[in-house]
């Protein structure tokens, strides 16, 4: 099982990224999805999540401008990032709970976002 995560770059604040994660091989369920990040000399966070039944969670620094989402179907998970700020800048990895012949927590590869002020 892998998780790849796609859609980083550099944009000005105020702008919008959108970033994609999807999860492939012999995948039975997959579970809760979510974002972290981690900025340098900081610890990583939680920015967003999304469990199987649709329950969303956001971070506070995030809230009203993130938007977690999720096509079970295709296995993918999405972060539409709008409003960007130059403090959302960080290496973004996406989580999931994923069950094959057993159930375990797998991370992408991560994401840099960098936002220019």
């Known amino acids: 099982v892998q998780l790849q995560a796609s859609g980083g770059g550099l944009v000005q604040a105020g702008k919008s990224l959108k970033l994609s994660c999807r999860a492939s091989g012999r995948i039975l369920s997959l579970n809760s999805m979510g974002w972290y990040r981690q900025a340098p000399g900081k610890e990583r966070e939680l920015v967003a999540d999304c469990t199987i039944g649709g329950v969303k969670t956001y971070a506070d620094s995030v809230k009203g401008r993130f938007t977690i989402s999720r096509d079970n179907a295709k296995n993918t998970g999405y972060l539409q990032m709008n409003a960007l700020k130059p403090e959302d800048t960080a290496v973004y990895y996406c989580?999931?709970?994923?069950?094959?012949?057993?159930?375990?927590?797998?991370w992408g590869q991560g994401t840099q976002v960098t936002v220019s002020s």
């Open positions: 989580n999931a709970g994923i069950v094959t012949d057993s159930s375990r927590s797998y």
